[in-house]
C-alpha cells in the first residue's frame, strides 16, 4: 500500500491523494453505528480525466491494491462512498464534473461522472434549453451513479437506466471502451441509439464491477406546454388494491407516463412539508400529466374516470406552464418537473437529528392489485416483529413496483442500529423464501442478498465471475460489490 500511495501521488499529484484519518473521515458508511469500522478507506485518490483513472488503475494492478469507485458517494442508504472491502483505494470522481455536451433538438447531454443532479439541472437552466432531467427525491447524487445502480425519477424518464445511451468505460486493465455507436471512432449517432452492432455491453457496467464509467449520455425530457402535478388519497388499506389496479391500467395505457410514487408516512402530497415521518396511516399517491393543454385536459377527465371506483379516494392537482416553473415550490411538485432539492433529506433527519440513519429495503413485486396489497401486510408484519414501524414509499412501472421501505434509527446507539441491521438480514430471507428479490441494497448485505439469487446453483453468480475474471484478473476493482469477488477473495465469500 505504501509503494501503491507513492505512485498514485506521483501520477496524480499529492493534493490529489488524501490519507489522513480526518480525511478519511468523510468516506465512511454515514449510516452505520459511529464505532463501526468494517467499511472503512485505506486512502482517497481524485482523478480529474480518463487519463488518471487510466493511471489509478495501471497502479492498482501493479501493487495488487483494491479499488472502490463512487460518483458522489451520496447514496447513504446504501453505503455511501464506503468500500466492501476494508482498507480498499477509494476512487473519488467527483472531479470529474464536466457537462461535457447538451444537444436540445435532440433532447440529450453528455455528462462526467462527478456531475451532481444540482448541476445538470443548473447548467440546463443557464443555457435555456427548454430541456428537464429526471431527478430522485435526494438531488444531491451523481447522475451516472444513480442511473448505474439503477436509480429512480419522477418525470417519464424516471427510469434512468433505461434513459442512457452511450458510455465510456475505463476497463480494469486500463484500456478504454466506448459502448453502442460510439464503438465506431466519429459516430454520429453515440447518444440517440442505444445499441450498436452486435453485444450491447451497457447492462453489464450497471451495479458491478467491471469497469469504471467516465462519461456517459443521458437522454432529457422535453420541456412540455403543461404540467398537471396530480395527488389521490385513500384512508388505510380498503381502497388500497383498487387504487393499484387503476393505476396499473392508466400506466399501460399511456395516459400517466411518470413514475408515480405511492407512500404511507414520508409525507406525499403534503403541501407544507409538516407531516411527520411514518405517522400518516392514510396513501397519498404522486403522479403527473405533462403535454399539450388539450392533451393534458384530456389524460386529466380519463385519470378522474378510472379512480370514480376507488372507493374513499379523493384526487387534486395543481397546473404549471411548463416554460414557467417560478411558482413550483413544494417538493412533491418539484421533483416531477426535475427540480433537484435536499427537502426529504431534512425531513428524514427529523428524528434524531443529524445522527439519523435510514435503511431502505427495496422489494420487487408485480404492479397488481392483490400483489401490492400483499406484500404490503406481509412487509407490515416483518417489521411489526422486530418493533419497526412500517414506513414505505412504492415506485411504480407499468408492470412492477419497488417497495421502498425505511427504517429509521440513532447511528449513536449501538443497539438501536445493530436491531435495525439485524433485522434486514431476516427480512431479506423471509421474502426470498415467498419469491421476492430486491433491486439493490446496503454495503452489509451485498453477499446475502446476491446469494438469494440462486436459479440453476447461482448460474447468474458463475456468469459474473467468469466476467470478472476475464475482465480483472488481479481483482483490483470494487471486490464484492453486489456480491461479485474476485478468484482469490471467493473462499468462504
Known amino acids: 500500500m505504501t509503494r501503491a500511495l507513492e505512485a498514485f501521488a506521483r501520477a496524480l499529484g499529492a493534493g490529489a491523494v488524501l490519507t489522513s484519518e480526518q480525511d478519511l473521515r468523510e468516506f465512511r458508511d454515514p449510516y452505520a453505528y459511529?464505532?463501526?469500522?468494517?467499511?472503512?478507506?485505506?486512502?482517497?485518490?481524485?482523478?480529474?480525466?480518463?487519463?488518471?483513472?487510466?493511471?489509478?488503475?495501471?497502479?492498482a494492478n501493479e501493487h495488487r491494491v483494491p479499488l472502490w469507485t463512487f460518483g458522489q458517494g451520496r447514496n447513504y442508504t446504501y453505503g455511501g462512498p464506503a468500500p466492501r472491502v476494508r482498507g480498499s483505494v477509494l476512487v473519488n470522481l467527483r472531479r470529474m464534473d464536466r457537462v461535457l455536451e447538451v444537444n436540445e433538438e435532440l433532447a440529450y447531454a453528455v455528462v462526467e461522472p462527478g456531475v451532481r443532479f444540482f448541476d445538470l439541472h443548473d447548467r440546463l437552466r443557464a443555457g435555456g434549453h427548454r430541456l428537464w432531467p429526471s431527478v430522485p427525491d435526494i438531488g444531491w447524487g451523481s447522475?451516472?451513479?444513480?442511473?448505474?445502480?439503477?436509480?429512480?425519477?419522477?418525470?417519464?424518464?424516471?427510469?434512468?437506466?433505461?434513459?442512457?445511451?452511450?458510455?465510456?468505460?475505463?476497463?480494469?486493465?486500463?484500456?478504454?471502451?466506448?459502448?453502442?455507436?460510439?464503438?465506431?471512432?466519429?459516430?454520429?449517432?453515440?447518444?440517440?441509439?442505444?445499441?450498436?452492432?452486435?453485444?450491447?455491453?451497457?447492462?453489464?457496467f450497471m451495479q458491478s464491477n467491471f469497469g469504471i464509467v467516465t462519461r456517459m449520455g443521458?437522454?432529457?425530457?422535453?420541456?412540455?406546454?403543461?404540467?398537471?402535478?396530480?395527488?389521490?388519497?385513500?384512508?388505510?388499506?380498503?381502497?388500497?388494491?383498487?387504487?393499484?389496479?387503476?393505476?396499473?391500467?392508466?400506466?399501460?395505457?399511456?395516459?400517466?407516463?411518470?413514475?408515480?410514487?405511492?407512500?404511507?408516512?414520508?409525507?406525499?402530497?403534503?403541501?407544507?412539508?409538516?407531516?411527520?415521518?411514518?405517522?400518516?396511516?392514510?396513501?397519498?399517491?404522486?403522479?403527473?400529466?405533462?403535454?399539450?393543454?388539450?392533451?393534458?385536459?384530456?389524460?386529466?377527465?380519463?385519470?378522474?374516470?378510472?379512480?370514480?371506483?376507488?372507493?374513499?379516494?379523493?384526487?387534486?392537482?395543481?397546473?404549471?406552464?411548463?416554460?414557467?416553473?417560478?411558482?413550483?415550490?413544494?417538493?412533491?411538485?418539484?421533483?416531477?418537473?426535475?427540480i433537484p432539492g435536499m427537502e426529504l433529506m431534512e425531513r428524514f433527519q427529523a428524528p434524531y437529528g443529524e445522527a439519523t440513519g435510514h435503511l431502505d429495503l427495496s422489494p420487487v413485486s408485480p404492479a397488481t392489485g392483490s400483489e401490492v396489497v400483499a406484500m404490503v401486510e406481509r412487509l407490515r408484519a416483518l417489521y411489526g416483529r422486530h418493533g419497526i414501524p412500517y414506513i414505505a414509499g412504492l415506485i411504480f412501472s407499468p408492470r412492477s413496483v419497488l417497495h421502498i421501505t425505511t427504517s429509521f434509527f440513532d447511528t449513536r446507539d449501538e443497539e438501536q442500529t445493530r436491531r435495525v441491521y439485524d433485522a434486514y438480514g431476516h427480512l431479506v430471507t423471509a421474502l426470498r423464501s415467498e419469491g421476492y428479490g430486491l433491486y439493490r441494497t446496503n454495503l452489509m448485505y451485498m453477499d446475502l442478498v446476491a446469494d438469494q439469487f440462486d436459479f440453476n446453483d447461482h448460474a447468474q453468480r458463475r456468469f459474473n465471475e467468469t466476467i470478472k475474471d476475464a475482465l480483472d484478473p488481479n481483482g483490483i476493482l470494487s471486490p464484492g460489490k453486489q456480491g461479485i469477488w474476485p478468484k482469490h477473495l471467493r473462499t468462504g465469500r
Do not use: K
Open 143 to 204: 447522475v451516472v451513479g444513480n442511473a448505474l445502480e439503477h436509480g429512480r425519477g419522477y418525470t417519464p424518464y424516471g427510469d434512468h437506466a433505461s434513459s442512457v445511451c452511450g458510455m465510456e468505460v475505463v476497463l480494469p486493465g486500463g484500456d478504454v471502451l466506448r459502448t453502442g455507436m460510439g464503438a465506431m471512432a466519429g459516430s454520429t449517432s453515440w447518444q440517440v441509439h442505444q445499441r450498436g452492432f452486435g453485444p450491447s455491453p451497457d447492462g453489464l
Open 218 to 338: 443521458v437522454w432529457l425530457m422535453p420541456q412540455p406546454e403543461t404540467y398537471l402535478s396530480c395527488f389521490a388519497r385513500v384512508p388505510g388499506d380498503a381502497a388500497l388494491g383498487a387504487l393499484v389496479d387503476a393505476l396499473r391500467g392508466l400506466l399501460l395505457e399511456g395516459v400517466i407516463r411518470n413514475h408515480p410514487l405511492l407512500g404511507q408516512g414520508v409525507g406525499i402530497g403534503d403541501p407544507e412539508g409538516a407531516a411527520a415521518v411514518g405517522q400518516a396511516t392514510d396513501w397519498a399517491l404522486r403522479f403527473a400529466l405533462y403535454g399539450r393543454r388539450a392533451v393534458v385536459d384530456a389524460q386529466y377527465a380519463a385519470v378522474e374516470a378510472a379512480f370514480a371506483g376507488v372507493p374513499g379516494l379523493e384526487l387534486t392537482q395543481r397546473a404549471y406552464a411548463g416554460d414557467d416553473l417560478s411558482g413550483v415550490t413544494n417538493h412533491d411538485d418539484r421533483v416531477q418537473c426535475g
Open 34 to 59: 459511529v464505532g463501526w469500522d468494517e467499511f472503512t478507506a485505506g486512502a482517497v485518490v481524485m482523478p480529474s480525466s480518463v487519463e488518471d483513472v487510466r493511471a489509478v488503475v495501471r497502479v
